[in-house]
């Protein structure tokens, strides 16, 4: 199992839809757990961190279920501007918590 | 927030030239810095974590002789890519932080012709 896997996507959504994404991990014993947002040519950007069963802020929700080892970031009311890959990131096994092992990325776009 | 810089943001350079990349922290100090790579359509892979006054410990594949890194101040690493090839053509970024959020610099596009 990869260390973090993730939907592959791509997500074409219109505005204003519900759109969630998934990903797994292998390390079950990692205590946090991210989501990044790139935008395309650009560094990521921490868009949410969870370190519980779950995170909410705004319309962004983030949940986790430890037993499944699965990590979900739900958006309501898509605007235009969510548009970017979305990167689940958890800290590397074996390593130091501020190494980062990040997924392949989902590609959301929301349309008009 | 926290900021990270690196210099340059773009560079372009023939095959068998080394290049140089910076990655600062400006307004905190960072005894650990982390180096990641991007391909195309890929996601960040970490390829070395930087430390402040000791040697730079590297990612399996990763060649420590070809990647040079220099942490020789609390704000300031830089990665040298010696004998660059094309296929070293990457989307550098660095990285510093805590536990709670790591600070990414906004990239070196690296483009070896």
């Known amino acids: 199992r990869k260390e973090v896997e993730q939907d592959p996507g791509p997500f074409n959504v219109p505005e204003g839809a519900t759109v969630a994404f998934n990903c797994t991990y292998s390390n079950s014993a990692s205590q946090s757990f991210f989501w990044y947002r790139q935008d395309c040519r650009k560094e990521p950007k921490l868009l949410m961190s969870?370190?519980?069963s779950g995170n909410e802020d705004g319309r962004f929700t983030a949940q986790l279920n430890r037993a499944s080892q699965y990590i979900s970031l739900l958006i309501r009311d898509s605007k235009l501007s969510d548009s970017a890959t979305y990167l689940c990131?958890?800290?590397?096994?074996?390593?130091?918590?501020?190494?980062?092992?990040f997924g392949s990325g989902t590609q959301l776009t929301v349309l008009p | 927030g926290a900021v990270v810089s690196q210099h340059p943001s773009r560079v372009i350079c023939k095959s068998g030239t080394s290049v140089k990349i910076e990655c600062r922290s400006l307004d905190f100090q960072a005894t650990t810095m982390f180096w990641y790579r991007q391909f195309p359509k890929q996601s960040l892979m970490l390829m070395a974590t930087?430390?402040?006054?000791?040697?730079?410990?590297?990612e399996q594949g990763v060649e420590k002789d070809k990647f040079l890194i220099n942490h020789a101040s609390l704000t300031l690493s830089t990665l040298t890519v010696t004998s660059a090839h094309p296929e070293d053509s990457s989307f550098y970024i660095c990285?510093?932080?805590?536990?709670?959020?790591?600070?990414f610099g906004p990239g070196t596009r690296l483009t070896v012709t």
């Open positions: 990131v958890v800290p590397r096994s074996g390593g130091s918590a501020r190494q980062l092992t």
């Open positions: 990285s510093a932080g805590g536990l709670d959020e790591q600070y």
């Open positions: 969870v370190y519980s």
């Open positions: 930087s430390n402040e006054g000791s040697k730079a410990t590297y």
